[in-house]
């Protein structure tokens, strides 16, 4: 069965060298309100595989597949984002009858689907406090936490 993992490293490898490197430079330059960016340095030499794992590591599987999709409209791939929506739809789909054909009331497919609270937080000069994505009481990307 397809997950939300192989479904964008397929998508991932449709794209030439130089749509990829575009693709990853997206990832870098703020991909949309309330995700913060992947640092160049994890992006520079990663390949599909990898940056797969970087954005579901950053934004859980759900947001990882849409910030795919956003990424290749602003790319003018939308027949690949399109196809890409409806390949996701489907994981989504055999997750849930693999979930009902179980019993399951909870899974971890269906966890990274429920809501999640996104929060930037700051502190002033006196020590610096950043968490880039709070979910489900787990962090979630780069957390830089410096106390004086």
Request: neutral net charge; aromatic residues 4%; without cysteine.
């Amino acid at each position: 069965m397809p997950t939300v993992s192989t479904v964008l490293v397929d998508h991932l490898d449709d794209l030439l060298d130089a749509e990829f490197n575009r693709f990853k430079w997206h990832l870098t330059d703020g991909v949309a309100d309330g995700f913060s960016p992947i640092s160049k340095g994890k992006l520079e030499k990663a390949k599909q595989q990898e940056v797969v794992n970087l954005m579901i590591s950053a934004y859980g599987p759900s947001d990882a597949g849409k910030i795919t999709g956003r990424i290749l409209r602003k790319m003018q791939q939308n027949n690949l984002a399109d196809q890409l929506k409806k390949n996701l739809a489907e994981v989504k789909d055999q997750e849930d009858q693999a979930d009902q054909a179980d019993g399951a009331v909870s899974s971890p497919a269906k966890a990274s689907r429920a809501p999640r609270v996104h929060q930037n937080i700051k502190a002033d000069s006196s020590g610096r406090v950043s968490a880039n994505v709070i979910s489900d009481g787990q962090f979630h990307g780069p957390t830089n936490l410096t106390f004086n």
